[in-house]
């Protein structure tokens, strides 16, 4: 039978009065990301916690607060803030600015920029023709030499879920959309090509045969893909999934799919004669990458410093 949605409770509102705790700021940390996630369900990756958890902090926060903060539905994804959650996410973002502010004035005390910055990065950035990464390094470590570097990949679906889940403080990634509560700055931007190893029966093929391509199968990633490609996915019914772009190529090479790579990535193979493009013309979109960080930690003296030492090339 089809579920309807909670209607709010009437509970009785409590003053938040005293010193906030630990588990005060826990649950409000909770409550942020799914906010900021759009529901339980995709928070679950943000929080490394399960749904059910989830729902237990949020029930917890709403009894501490005395107000019911969001609708969600018995067994679906179904989410929607309440007015009061609306204005508790709010403060919460004034609150995340404060304390961004605190971190800027404390640093600024220092003589020396210190603690951590942590940097998350696509799985194939060293072979980006436009991210000079080992000179951004080398800047980073000349200008600060007491912060300390925490520098990470993953592949592109997982990068802005690491800022906004504050395991990571600035990225690059793909700007497929624009979340609330983070900043972009683009960067550059790159082709993406559809590939075939050189003996794939595909490959040599003398006239362009686009249902006889489309039935091959696809090295794709299981992530939403850029709304400029998301009509070129859907063209191929049959997908293995490949996340990373380094599986995706090792795919590719088999022979035994096809898939989109940069044209970054391919080029070294196709001069190799080893990849061989598809029909070039009619499969092919361009990529969009930009550094990526929190809005509130826009001033951060560290975040600030990644993007005057950052190294584009072109």
Do not use: W
Not at 193 to 208: K, Q, S
Not at 255 to 269: D, M, Q, S, T
Request: hydrophobic share 40%; proline share 6%; with cysteine.
């Amino acid at each position: 039978m089809p579920t309807t949605p909670q209607k709010p409770q009437k509970l009785p509102k409590k003053p938040l009065s005293g010193r906030l705790s630990d588990m005060d700021l826990r649950l409000l940390r909770v409550f942020r990301e799914v906010v900021q996630a759009g529901g339980l369900a995709p928070a679950e990756v943000a929080l490394n916690i399960s749904r059910s958890t989830i729902s237990v902090h949020l029930s917890d926060l709403e009894t501490r607060l005395g107000m019911q903060l969001c609708i969600r539905s018995r067994g679906r994804a179904d989410f929607k803030l309440t007015r009061e959650g609306e204005a508790l996410y709010q403060a919460i973002e004034e609150l995340d600015g404060h304390l961004a502010s605190f971190r800027s004035q404390v640093n600024a005390i220092q003589s020396q920029l210190t603690g951590k910055l942590r940097i998350v990065l696509p799985d194939d950035m060293l072979a980006m023709p436009q991210l000079d990464m080992p000179a951004t390094i080398a800047r980073l470590r000349e200008r600060a030499p007491q912060l300390q570097l925490d520098i990470k990949l993953a592949a592109p679906h997982e990068l802005e879920l690491e800022i906004l889940g504050g395991r990571a403080d600035v990225g690059i990634n793909p700007l497929h959309s624009r979340r609330p509560g983070l900043s972009y700055q683009p960067l550059f931007s790159h082709q993406s090509l559809l590939y075939g190893a050189a003996h794939h029966p595909c490959a040599n093929r003398t006239e362009a045969d686009e249902e006889q391509l489309t039935q091959q199968e696809l090295a794709a990633p299981d992530h939403a893909v850029l709304s400029g490609a998301a009509h070129l996915y859907r063209l191929f019914p049959h997908k293995s999934i490949a996340n990373h772009m380094a599986a995706r190529l090792a795919m590719i090479l088999s022979g035994k799919f096809i898939g989109f790579l940069p044209e970054y990535l391919a080029a070294e193979y196709v001069q190799r004669k080893e990849l061989v493009a598809l029909d070039p013309e009619r499969f092919r979109y361009q990529i969009q990458n930009a550094l990526t960080f929190k809005s509130s930690a826009a001033e951060q003296p560290a975040v600030r410093l990644f993007l005057e030492v950052l190294v584009v090339n072109g």
